[in-house]
């Protein structure tokens, strides 16, 4: 299919520019700010003709922050060819929904979607993506939802109204609630980083998530707060709620805090799963600490999640927010929220790929009805052998040639007397 992404230059457009063409689609972008060299690096066209674009197009996707989103529909749908889909990705779905179903000519499907995560989850797998019908989508409706779902995500129909009130909470309530922590911090000039000396497991992560909130694009999250209808009444009920529960404490009313808190508690229903849940959630960040501890004094290998980069080396110490890894002849100092632990296995994928291979050949006369694929196999699986095979075999007397490949990291010398030690230990002997 051709898909053209209108905002396909921001962050999200970018996303799933790489989706589609992971799928063999092919993708044009197109931005207000004219940044040719995004679609570029994304290996895209961009629609310098726009209008050619929206006409040549399967889809049209609308992928603009949610002040603009309308005033866009309103130019671009009009454009579009009879058979085609318009669609939007905005996490409100009535205003979206209803000017794509105003603006789009005859002939033409609309659907709202609202993808439930942000351009830096690698993949859709396991990820919710909300969908919107209109009441003209008989044809596109079960085509992108497959699309999604065959990609591992998890598809929620939904009518718009119902998606806004959700969300009223969904992202409303609790980006507010996130926010209201966060500037209470600086109202109170509390020192986040000396606390973090203190903190529980679930301190940590509530305070990961405020700082997550803050970290994202500040207007973007103000449009959120802005453009749903239904927020006002959910800030108007949260704020009532943290009044009362202030007046409570001040008033030392401990029977009316623990009927709120019990009555709280039944209405949220099966407080005990999501214990297990959250505590899956701890344990998640305690057993990432524990393998830390164990891997000092080992090899191992650390990637840095922000910057890509692979550490390789012995870690020495392991402090509640750091390590200290030898590099060769210098030392390293990381956070652990930046890094991830290699397992075994993936860090010798990693040496596998990116170390340099050296050989070594050698030759042995063979035991009386030995069989040179066998002693091969027993060779490849000596410890610093990336693999081994046989090159050459000599009669009359029974004798091979094994060529093996040692991983540059390694003491060849030493690989080859362990791999000399396992050949005399079944009878072999050295020839030359």
Known sequence: MKILIIGGTGELGQWFTRFFQCLHHTVAVW????????????????????????????????????????????????????????????????????????????????????????????????????????????????????????????????????????????????????????????????????????????????????????????HLYAMIQMNNPVIAEVHEAFIAECTGLSEMVRDGSVDDFTDLMKNAASHFGDTESALRRSDKLINTKITEFEELVKSIGCESGVLHLRSGVMHLGVITKVAPRTIVMEEGRRSVELKIENIRLLSRAELQDWKLENLRRFTRDISVILPDRADPSVICDVISRCDGVVRAEVIDRYEPRQSATFRIEILGDRDLDGVEGGIDAVLSGIGCMRRG
């Not at 995560?117 to 009441?135: A, E, H, K, L, W």
């Not at 409706?141 to 998606?163: C, K, Q, S, Y």
């Not at 409303?172 to 000396?197: C, K, N, P, Q, W």
Request: net charge negative; aromatic share 6%.
């Open 31 to 218: 931005g207000k700010s004219g940044k040719v060299e995004i679609a570029e690096a994304l290996g895209a066209l961009y629609a310098h003709d726009l209008d050619a674009a929206i006409h040549e197009s399967d889809i049209v996707v609308i992928s603009v922050p949610i002040d603009v989103t309308e005033d866009t529909i309103r130019e671009i749908a009009p454009k579009i060819s009879r058979g085609s889909l318009l669609m939007d990705m905005t996490s409100i779905k009535r205003i979206p929904l209803d000017a794509m179903e105003k603006y789009a000519p005859g002939g033409v499907e609309v659907i709202g979607t609202h993808p439930m995560f942000g351009p830096s989850i690698p993949d859709i797998s396991g990820q919710t993506v909300m969908i919107t019908p209109s009441n003209r989508c008989e044809r596109w409706l079960p085509i992108l939802t497959d699309l999604f779902e065959r990609e591992g995500a998890n598809v929620e129909i939904v009518d718009a109204d119902t998606h806004d009130r959700v969300m009223a909470v969904v992202q409303g309530l609790t980006h507010f609630a996130y926010l209201s922590i966060g500037s209470t911090l600086m109202s109170i000039d509390f020192e986040v980083s000396l606390s973090r000396r203190f903190m529980s497991p679930v301190y940590e992560i509530m305070l990961d998530f405020v700082g997550r909130i803050l970290g994202q694009n500040p």
